[in-house]
């Protein structure tokens, strides 16, 4: 089996973009990949985050990770900071990235703006860290949203420096695109994202999705009820498309191009079908918080396994490297 590895930060709610964009592919891929998940703990502190609660997120995030989907018997679930290798390699591997490289990216350009002046080493180098991890396990196919396509690009080509620097340690690592596109936020501006507060979260309850729909922007156009709409244009239409049934997705379509129903019966009929998905998701993760020692476990094991294969990995890194081994 080829090895995939997969991150997801614990900055917040996990929401209906990171599940669709993301876990649910991963769900997919379990039988036919030996598949790495991981929380990326180390990635999370790239921003402003509150110590005390960073913990507490990441067994949350595990646990919602293991709701939608990700069944521990079937693949190694665990924490990045468990398993010291990560940051040791990101080092390794900054000594061959081009400075260049990594001022081109696209989400450090739009979180260095969202953070204002401060902005850390730590955020301008996540690319490395992120490229230590597909490497620390020599990962092969990665699962991405097309948000973390650039990243990716860059991963490729840092390892390839690495394997022409030092030898061929590495495998070329490919990307695995997720067939969901971007998922749009509830502002109908930016990308559905944790710490900007324009999502659901996939464990939201029902009253809470109901009322989050109601108040997110559709299509500009559509001022008055009378108004004609364009779907395409509507955040909420993408959302159909996965939550709705074709026949609703037809009679979206129709009624809103000729202003036959309103975006506040578009909304309900989403609000309700995305209500059946998510339930079942909530419904497993608060059995999961009624028993965190089953989490710990899965984390605690994961970690064992990972740890056991970035030592190995890491041995071989150096000796690529021409470091003193004793
Ligand atoms: N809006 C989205 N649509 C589709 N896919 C998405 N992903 C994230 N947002 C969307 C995918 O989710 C995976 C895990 O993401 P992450 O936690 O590593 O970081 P992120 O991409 O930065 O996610 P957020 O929600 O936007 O978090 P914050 O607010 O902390 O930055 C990735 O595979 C990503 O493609």
């Excluded at 997919?28 to 991981?38: G, I, P, Q, R, S």
């Excluded at 979206?252 to 079942?280: F, H, Q």
């Excluded at 999961?288 to 990972?306: F, I, M, N, S, Y």
Aim: glycine share 8%.
């Amino acid at each position: 089996m080829k090895r995939s590895f997969s991150g997801i930060q614990p900055t917040g709610d996990i929401h209906i973009g990171n599940y669709l964009g993301a876990i649910k592919t991963w769900a997919e891929m379990l039988d036919e990949y030996d598949c790495f998940f991981c929380i990326v703990d180390l990635h999370a502190m790239t921003v402003p985050y509150e110590p005390s609660a960073m913990a507490q997120r990441t067994l949350d995030a595990v646990a919602v990770n293991m709701a939608c989907g990700l069944d521990p018997a079937r693949c190694t679930i665990f924490v990045q900071s468990q398993v010291q290798e990560h940051a040791e390699l990101c080092w390794i591997l900054d000594t061959v990235t081009p400075m260049g490289s990594l001022a081109r990216m696209t989400q450090f350009k739009q979180k260095s703006e969202q953070i204002g002046g401060d902005v850390k080493v730590g955020l301008f180098n996540y690319p490395v860290l992120m490229t230590a991890d597909i490497a620390l396990y020599k990962g092969e196919v990665i699962p991405v949203g097309d948000d973390q396509v650039q990243h990716l690009e860059l991963a490729r080509e840092i390892i390839r420096k690495f394997n022409n620097t030092f030898g061929p340690v590495f495998p070329e690592c490919q990307p695995l695109l997720s067939k969901a596109p971007r998922g749009m936020g509830l502002d109908g501006v930016n990308k559905m994202s944790k710490s900007l507060g324009n999502h659901i979260g996939v464990t939201e309850p029902p009253e809470s999705v109901r009322q989050k729909l109601a108040t997110a922007v559709t299509d500009p156009a559509r001022v008055k009820r009378t108004d004609p709409g364009e779907p395409t244009k509507c955040n909420l239409y993408h959302l159909h498309t996965y939550f709705s049934s074709p026949d609703e997705i037809t009679w979206v379509e129709e009624g809103c191009r000729s202003a036959g129903i309103g975006c506040l019966d578009c909304k309900k009929v989403l609000a309700e079908n995305m209500i059946a998905v998510l339930t079942p998701i909530r419904e497993r993760y608060e059995q999961l918080q009624a028993d965190p020692d089953v989490v710990r476990k899965v984390v605690a094991e994961g970690a064992d396994r990972a740890r056991s294969i970035a030592a190995d990995v890491m041995a071989e890194v150096k000796a690529a490297a021409g470091l003193y081994s004793g």
